[in-house]
């Protein structure tokens, strides 16, 4: 055994068998094998000039505090341990059972480990610029950090509870397995594969071109990026978070799995046997698999498809190819064939099968009449649906009673069809209410808000919030009886009443459904008395009038609304095709019971035919309104429209009846109207045979006679 003290410089040496060397100042291009050792202190240099150091057969290198090891070569059975503040190590290259320390403070750049070396990175340590490949592996332990690290040719690195590693590169077969450990900003393509497992996340990492990112039991990733040829697998209770699929990307969520808050845009795919919060579709695919949940769903263009068995609740935006509900016990959604929703137990508004606005009682479809809707959620059955028909409109409330933790929610439900006959389906969340525990009676309890909704089908959902962790919950539905203050309440008058709102008016006009109230005259009063509000906003009524006249109309309503008066205009397009719209001649607003109000004079011709409406100004907030329409004023205009060109010289300003009569002939030929004018009356004496057969020609003979 020999002992070598290095001050100045020491090159080409050979340290044997037990051999010790200490190095203070340069060692060149030595050997330390068969049990020798090298320690390279304060301020020493081992440096491969020409030729690299070589540790093998059981040689050590330890690289001290402030001590540089330059161009090293660790393989069969030799060791480099780096320990020390400042520390530093260099162009390492580690194979053929090589290993390489680096601990406490000390560094290694540029280091390669191949096949059957092992580098290890532990407390306190750090590396950089390194490459693991060709069987080679790293291990970063706790506290341990590797930055930009490049992963390849099945090279392999795991990081351990408290390891990080950041900027990695995983290509070629390469694997990057998080243990407990995290990752940052890591690069995963061209066959690499990064393991996420128990405690082990990633935050923004990047997978593509055939790379896989596959997170296991118990891990979780934020803000991964699937680009094209990139998948990223959700095992059984994993989870992922704020991650983007993009074109050519895939997302696979096994069942047990967990997304949250994904995107898949335009491209991208997404296959979801688990479940899945806040998902949105930009013109991406979506598969919703047998047994899947989503919580949330916006769909901005986006082709998605439900299976058997599949959930989803709270969507909105675009179709979705969506199959049938089995609204029941197992409330899922199934049979993409069917075209009407099939459910036997149905809540029902109206006709035989009602809720009476009068008792909270339900009456299903199978006409068992019990109070409210009972039924159980839980584990195995975490949601139901039940639908309700209302044949008019009603302001619907709800009392919702149960044993454990529940969320009800109000929803639409929409079949459409495309250009080809494809038919789509969609429902709409409109309002959402948790339940809240009751200390007193020690049960979960909630009153919803009153909800607008017109006459047609919706349906309300009962969730168990715990049920994946076992919960239940034996629940009741009733109606918040309309006898409470924000009860539910029933717009009666818009069952009755609603045959008036000439919705075919823009493509019939006059021959439309709009209800004619006949000819008004001086001895007409009480023109209207009706009712407009939510479900029946507007009211519409043609009328004539007797002879030409100026009229005034009085109003009075119980509740906010505006009278207008129009006439029907129509337009024909190139094809042929007429349609109509409607010129306002005359509108006023009038308040809730507020005294009589007047409008102002108008002048309407007979032989003319004339619409008013009324309209709830507020209906859309559940308002409504009974009015009452007077005729307050009818003057009838003598002569009408040709009153003017018929009077008298005081009247007209003229000389003489001579100028009168010029004045109404060129009225008459004008106005080629002279067949509605009563000229019996006109008062004219004489004529001479030029004004007669002026009067003749442009009259059609009417007057040849006077």
């Not at 649906?385 to 109000?410: E, Q």
């Amino acid at each position: 055994m020999a002992t070598y003290t290095v001050y100045n410089t020491e090159s080409s040496k050979t340290i044997g068998a037990n051999d010790v060397m200490f190095v203070y100042g340069w060692a060149f291009s030595c050997t330390i094998q068969n049990g020798g050792s090298m320690s390279i202190l304060s301020s020493g240099r081992a440096v491969g000039s020409g030729t690299w150091n070589t540790i093998n057969n059981g040689g050590v290198m330890i690289v001290g505090s402030k001590g540089i090891a330059n161009s090293t070569e660790i393989n069969n059975g030799g060791m480099m341990i780096v320990s020390g503040n400042n520390a530093l190590a260099t162009m390492t290259n580690v194979k053929n059972l090589g290993s390489m320390v680096v601990s406490d403070y000390g560094s290694a750049s540029a280091a390669r480990v191949g096949a059957g070396g092992k580098m290890f990175v532990s407390s306190r340590g750090s590396a950089y610029d390194c490459s693991v490949y060709g069987g080679g592996s790293m291990t970063v332990l706790s506290n341990g950090c590797v930055s930009k690290c490049y992963v390849t040719n099945a090279g392999s690195m795991t990081v351990s509870s408290g390891g990080r590693v950041s900027s990695a590169i995983v290509s070629g077969n390469g694997r990057l397995d998080l243990a407990s450990g995290s990752a940052f900003h890591a690069s995963i393509g061209s066959g690499g594969f990064l393991y996420i497992s128990s405690g082990g996340w990633t935050l923004d990492t990047t997978v593509s071109n055939d790379g896989r990112v596959i997170i296991l039991k118990s891990g979780s990733d934020l803000g991964t990026e699937v680009y094209s040829g990139g998948k990223l697998y959700v095992s059984s209770e994993a989870e992922a978070n704020v991650d983007t699929v993009f074109s050519g990307g895939t997302m696979v969520v096994s069942k047990g799995g967990s997304a949250i808050a994904t995107t898949v845009s335009s491209g991208g795919s997404m296959v979801l046997y688990g479940d899945a919060d806040d998902l949105t579709v930009k013109k991406g695919s979506v598969i919703i698999k047998n047994g899947a949940t989503v919580t949330s769903l916006t769909n901005k263009g986006g082709d998605i498809s439900l299976e058997k068995g599949a959930v989803v609740m709270d969507y909105k935006g675009d179709p979705i190819k969506m199959p049938d509900c089995d609204i029941g016990d197992n409330n899922y959604l199934y049979d993409k064939k069917a075209k009407d929703p099939v459910n036997s137990n149905v809540i029902y508004y109206g006709g035989t099968k009602k809720i009476a606005a009068n008792t909270t009682a339900i009456v299903l479809d199978t006409g068992i009449s019990v109070n409210g809707y009972s039924n159980y959620i839980g584990f195995g059955d975490e949601t139901d649906f039940v639908k309700i028909s209302l044949d008019h409109a009603a302001k619907v409330s709800f009392n919702l009673k149960g044993t454990g933790a529940m969320k009800f929610t109000v929803w639409s439900f929409t079949i459409s069809s495309d250009k080809n006959e494809k038919t789509t389906y969609s429902m709409k969340s409109l309002q959402a209410t948790t339940a809240k525990y009751d200390k007193v009676t020690k049960t979960y309890k909630a009153t919803t808000k009153g909800l607008l909704l017109d006459k047609g089908d919706y349906y309300i959902s009962m969730q168990s919030t715990n049920a994946k962790k076992g919960g239940n919950s034996y629940y009741n539905v009733t109606l918040n009886p309309p006898s409470n203050l924000d009860g539910t309440y029933f717009f009666d008058n818009a069952k009755s009443n609603n045959n008036d709102d000439w919705d075919d008016m823009k493509t019939k006009g006059a021959s439309g459904k709009v209800v004619n109230l006949g000819q008004i005259s001086a001895n007409t009063s009480l023109l209207l008395n009706d009712w407009v509000g939510f479900g029946d906003a507007v009211d519409y009524r043609e009328f004539t009038v007797k002879s030409d006249a100026k009229v005034r109309f009085s109003l009075q309503s119980t509740g906010a609304a505006k009278f207008a008066i129009y006439k029907l205009v129509s337009k024909t397009d190139r094809k042929g095709v007429t349609t109509y719209s409607l010129k306002q001649i005359l509108s006023k607003s009038f308040k809730p019971k507020e005294d009589f109000v007047e409008t102002k004079l108008l002048q309407l011709d007979a032989g003319e035919n004339y619409y008013f409406s009324v309209q709830s100004t507020d209906a859309k907030k559940g308002g409504e309104a009974n009015y009452y329409i007077y005729l307050y004023d009818y003057e009838p205009i003598p002569y009408g429209k040709y009153a003017d060109a018929l009077a008298g010289p005081e009247e007209t300003g003229g000389s003489s009846a001579d100028d009168a009569l010029s004045d109404a002939m060129n009225a008459f030929a004008a106005a080629d109207f002279l067949q509605d004018a009563p000229l019996a009356a006109a008062g004219f004496l004489s004529l001479d045979s030029v004004q007669e057969k002026m009067f003749a020609d442009s009259s059609g003979g009417i007057l040849a006679g006077l």
